[in-house]
């Protein structure tokens, strides 16, 4: 990822939320590569957390931990100044983490179940930007990377909660986009569709296949598939990029 000698995101203090697995661990890493200093943030984790840590200093790389529950706004308002003291102000913010959710239809769906998913989701992303928008604003600088979920476009049965609220994401996000732009903030979202991490162990063997044979490019996804666009969206090269919404999907949207 060196561009003329230069690695693109060098100096970039970059945040992953839920950086501990899955796509955030291989966003990390791949930050790391581009030459930014990566917080990795985790609620539960800390080794796995510490072994992402571990892979961003194999490549050169700054970085450090940090335990918050990022739907918690006093905890997220700690890891900022835990970050500034350490690595210095947030340039980019990675609103990935994952929360688990209640699969059930809409109709038989608990009240608690489906107002959670929509709260968890918008409260990480309300938190984040709270957090860490004013330094952007301060350095008149900033960019924000929003992972939503296909099935904020094309639903599946019993996984409307989760579905409902990345879709509320996604237009909180474009909000953002519109608002923070004259402030010189880029605000975009990536929407993998089903990608295997450990978040997608609920779905069958048999869906996982399915799922990989009726995509155009006939493959499963994985977190490194993810990573590669979150990083691109970190960089200079997106500086006009705002209000988009990049499909990873291996063409899987493309199918019926
Ligand atoms: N996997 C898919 O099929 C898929 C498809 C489309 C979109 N996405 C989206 O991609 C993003 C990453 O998903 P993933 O599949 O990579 O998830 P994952 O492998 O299950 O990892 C979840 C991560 O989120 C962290 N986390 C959970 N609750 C948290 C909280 N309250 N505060 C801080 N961190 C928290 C976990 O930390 P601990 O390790 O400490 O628990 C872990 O690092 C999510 O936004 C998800 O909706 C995933």
């Known amino acids: 990822m060196e561009q003329d000698g230069r690695q693109p ?4 203090v970059v945040l992953v939320t839920g950086a501990s697995r899955g796509i955030g661990a291989a966003a990390a890493k791949r ?15 800390r080794e796995r957390a510490l072994e992402v840590l571990n ?5 050169g790389a700054k970085g450090m931990v940090f335990q918050a529950d990022v739907t918690d706004q006093a905890q997220v308002d700690d890891m900022r100044r835990a970050v500034e003291k350490t690595l210095g102000q ?24 489906f107002e959670e998913a929509t709260r968890k989701e918008l409260g990480a992303l309300y938190n984040g930007v709270h ?24 639903p599946l049965p019993r996984l409307g909660a989760y579905a409902a ?3 509320a994401l996604e237009v909180a996000a474009t909000t953002l986009a519109i608002e923070l732009g004259p402030l010189g ?28 044979k009726n995509r ?23 500086n006009m990029i705002t209000g988009s919404n990049i499909l990873v999907t291996g063409g899987s949207h493309l199918q019926l």
Request: proline share 5%; charged share 20%; aromatic share 8%.
């Open 9 to 12: 995101l060098s100096g970039r």
């Open 31 to 45: 930050l790391a590569h581009c030459g930014a200093s990566v917080v990795v943030n985790y609620l539960q984790n």
């Open 55 to 59: 892979e961003v200093e194999k490549e």
């Open 90 to 113: 947030v340039d980019v913010l990675i609103n990935n983490a994952f929360f688990p959710f209640e699969i059930a239809p809409l109709h038989q769906i608990s009240w608690h179940g």
């Open 131 to 154: 957090a860490f928008v004013p330094g952007m604003i301060e350095k008149k600088k900033g960019k924000i990377v929003v992972l939503s979920s296909r099935l904020a476009q094309q």
């Open 165 to 167: 609220a990345k879709a």
């Open 185 to 212: 903030i880029t605000v975009n979202v990536v929407t993998p569709a089903f990608t295997l991490t450990d978040a997608s162990t609920v779905m069958s063997e048999e869906f996982k296949e399915r799922v990989r």
């Open 216 to 238: 155009p490019i006939q493959k499963h996804l994985y977190p490194e598939d993810v990573a590669g666009t979150i990083a691109f969206l970190a960089g200079d090269e997106t």
